[in-house]
Structure formats: C-alpha cells, structure tokens
T-cell receptor
Framework: EAGVTQFPSHSVIEKGQTVTLRCDPI?????LYWYRRVMGKEIKFLLHFVKESKQDESGMPNNRFLAERTGGTYSTLKVQPAELEDSGVYFC???????????FGSGTRLTVV | QQQVKQSPQSLIVQKGGISIINCAYENTAFDYFPWYQQFPGKGPALLIA?????SEKKEGRFTISFNKSAKQFSLHIMDSQPGDSATYFC????????????FGQGTELSVKP
C-alpha cells in the first residue's frame, strides 16, 4: 500500500506570506494527525481528524493555523500569515484505529524568513 | 502530567554493543507506548510498541522493557550496527483521547564501526 504522502517537501516563504501544506494519508485510514518539530525539540501534536471531523485541535498554536480534511481524504494545513517562529518540520500521520501506531509522512520543512 | 522525558539526548555505541534509551512518563492513563526510528530527511517510522499489561516485548534485535510501577520504559538495541544510527523517539498515547502521541525529546544514536 502507498504510504503517507506530504507536499511540498520543503517550503521557504517570507514572513507574512501564506503557505499551504498537504497530506495524503493511507487509503482507508480514518485517523489523520498533524505534528510539528521545531528547532530539534520534541515532536508536538497539532491536531487530529477522524474522517472529515476535527476530533482534537488542542495543539494548534494560534488562529493563524487552519486545517481541513476534505471529504475525509486528504488534509491541508494553512498558515496565514506566517511568522518566523512557525519554521520547523510539519509531519502528517495516519492510522486505521486511534490506539495503534501512526504511519508518518516524510514531512514538510517550512522555513519562514 | 502529559510529558514524556527521554534520555540520553545523544548516545555513541561501538558496533556490536548494546544501545539503551530510557523514557519516563507521569500520566498513568497512557495505554500505548511506541518507539519510533527516524533517519535524516525521513519521517518517524514505527519500530516497536508495547502496552502496559506486558513487561517486555522483543522483535529481532529490539526489545522494550516496561516498568509500570516506576512509570518507565526503555529500548534496548542488541548487537548495534552502523545502520542503526538514527534518531529514536519514545512516545505515549491514550486510546480514549484519540491516540495522539506525546513524544520524548529524542535520542541521536551513533554506532561506530
């Protein structure tokens, strides 16, 4: 089966611009998660979708971040407007059930200059 | 209470030696404890996982030891190989809270030939 795909792999944008990250989970995985790793620190949870519904968005840093999951398939994470502290690697992961291991994508490295 | 603390931050082991990475948690409601392996430019990949009703799980050269009373778990890599050089993350999650992963800080393992 195809893995979790993230696009783009790298993005460099200026402060104040908008960036949209995309994630295609494994087909049939209802659970989709977004995580972020900033400056070599631990990987932190951002939010969790079950199908098209946001189950938990307690990790979203602020209202500049907007996540959607169209029709319960792929997901997008938009940052608008981007700030310097948003730089990091954004990972998407999916799982069939919530209590099992996630399959991660390769991540999107976002650099805000 | 949601933290997972991981040590050491970095580890150098000779080829053929045993690599040991330790994690500690506070929240006794965690019910799933996975270890992830990450190579540069890739996303974390599930290596091995354990649930709290088991004290040890072994898969090939990788073993998780779990001490419920001490709220600690560790990863042992036997006969460490240069190809094992990577960053290792422990994590914990609660199935009834959607399975979001709480990660440790990560350990950079280097296995010298």
């Amino acid at each position: 089966e195809a893995g979790v795909t993230q696009f783009p792999s790298h993005s460099v944008i200026e402060k104040g611009q908008t960036v949209t990250l995309r994630c295609d989970p494994i087909s049939g995985h209802d659970n989709l998660y977004w995580y972020r790793r900033v400056m070599g620190k631990e990987i932190k949870f951002l939010l969790h979708f079950v199908k098209e519904s946001k189950q938990d968005e307690s990790g979203m840093p602020n209202n500049r971040f907007l996540a959607e999951r169209t029709g319960g398939t792929y997901s997008t994470l938009k940052v608008q407007p981007a700030e310097l502290e948003d730089s990091g690697v954004y990972f998407c992961a999916s799982s069939h059930l919530p209590g099992e291991g996630h399959t991660f994508g390769s991540g999107t490295r976002l650099t805000v200059v | 209470q949601q933290q997972v603390k991981q040590s050491p931050q970095s580890l150098i082991v000779q080829k053929g030696g045993i690599s040991i990475i330790n994690c500690a948690y506070e929240n006794t409601a965690f019910d799933y404890f996975p270890w992830y392996q990450q190579f540069p430019g890739k996303g974390p990949a599930l290596l091995i996982a354990i649930r709290p009703d088991v004290s040890e799980k072994k898969e090939g050269r990788f073993t998780i030891s779990f001490n419920k009373s001490a709220k600690q778990f560790s990863l042992h890599i036997m006969d460490s190989q240069p190809g094992d050089s990577a960053t290792y993350f422990c994590a914990a999650s609660m199935t009834n809270q959607g399975g979001k992963l709480i990660f440790g800080q990560g350990t950079e393992l280097s296995v010298k030939p």
